[in-house]
């Protein structure tokens, strides 16, 4: 079989560790070395050098976790091609022999242009991602946090949630503080609402006639201190997503013109596939 890389490597990442294994091709034989290196920062420069004074050319590495990130990172800064293997894909390829490391066995395929490079953004986009992925954890924490608000209230028998279509909304707020700081008048409560809310006074005053308890206003605070400090990350988030998007604003606006893609939904399309279509083949690739 044609051999595409003389002069590459394979890496077998794990937390602590990582496995390189070089192969390297010289007036036709094959040379291999094994050699296990550190994750601390100083250890991977070292591994850097090691490669670089191999000749190596190009490096292969499976998506492991979050572990491959800082070795690519620092191997990216030393001119190497680098590869990301899908770990699934490299197992299905036949011929491998049992005594064989994986780090070998990567280089075997990579000299052999039998790896499948996975899409790797650039650092901007990665940076980009990143903000946006933590933004969607943040509003899932949350909506946690609502519905453990909406159960409490159901455990005190109140039926907010019933009527107003947005519990935190500025009516749903005022009331819930209400109940937090110790009101249980359902007419006073009721009274707290926007005079355009949808929902009648006596819908009001007949969910709000409940069983409040010390530890239901207790529950209450702690969610709604939660929910409030969430929303000051997202809202930190969004600074920071704006300040980054300079590079990508183009890309934005242009998504926001496709009906039905807001402003947000086109910042994670960017963040998740980039602005270089030319890296997906086809549009199956660009799919998977």
């Not at 979050?66 to 001119?79: Q, S, T």
């Not at 680098?82 to 699934?88: E, K, M, R």
């Amino acid at each position: 079989m044609e051999v595409l890389y003389p002069r590459c490597a394979g890496l077998d990442v794990h937390k602590t560790t990582v496995v390189a294994g070089v192969r390297l091709v010289t007036d036709g034989e094959v040379a291999r070395e094994v050699r296990t290196f550190g994750t601390t920062t100083a250890s991977l420069l070292a591994l850097a050098e090691w490669l670089a004074a191999q000749g190596c050319t190009h490096v292969a590495m499976e998506a492991t976790g979050v572990y491959w990130r800082p070795v690519w990172h620092i191997l990216a800064e030393g001119g190497f091609a680098l590869v990301l293997a899908n770990a699934a894909q490299v197992k299905n390829v036949p011929g491998r022999k049992t005594d064989v490391s994986d780090a070998t066995w990567l280089a075997d395929l990579l000299a052999h242009g039998l790896v499948r490079a996975s899409f790797v953004p650039a650092p901007a986009t990665q940076a980009l991602r990143a903000l946006l992925r933590t933004r969607k954890q943040l509003m899932r924490e949350r909506a946690s946090h609502t519905l453990r608000l909406q159960k409490t209230l159901e455990d005190a028998n109140i039926k907010l949630d019933g009527v107003i279509a947005d519990l935190l909304g500025k009516s749903g707020r005022a009331m819930l503080e209400a109940l937090v700081a110790g009101e249980t008048d359902p007419a006073r409560l009721a009274a707290l609402a926007h005079p355009r809310l949808a929902a009648t006074p006596e819908q009001l005053r007949e969910a709000l006639r409940g069983r409040v308890t010390r530890q239901h206003r207790f529950l209450l605070r702690l969610h709604l201190d939660q929910i409030d400090a969430l929303d000051a990350a997202v809202a930190r988030v969004d600074r920071e997503v704006e300040a980054d998007l300079d590079p990508f604003r183009a890309a934005v606006e242009l998504l926001t013109s496709i009906p039905g893609v807001g402003a947000l939904a086109a910042q994670v399309i960017v963040a998740e596939i980039g602005t270089d279509m030319a890296q997906f083949p086809s549009a199956g690739h660009l799919l998977s």
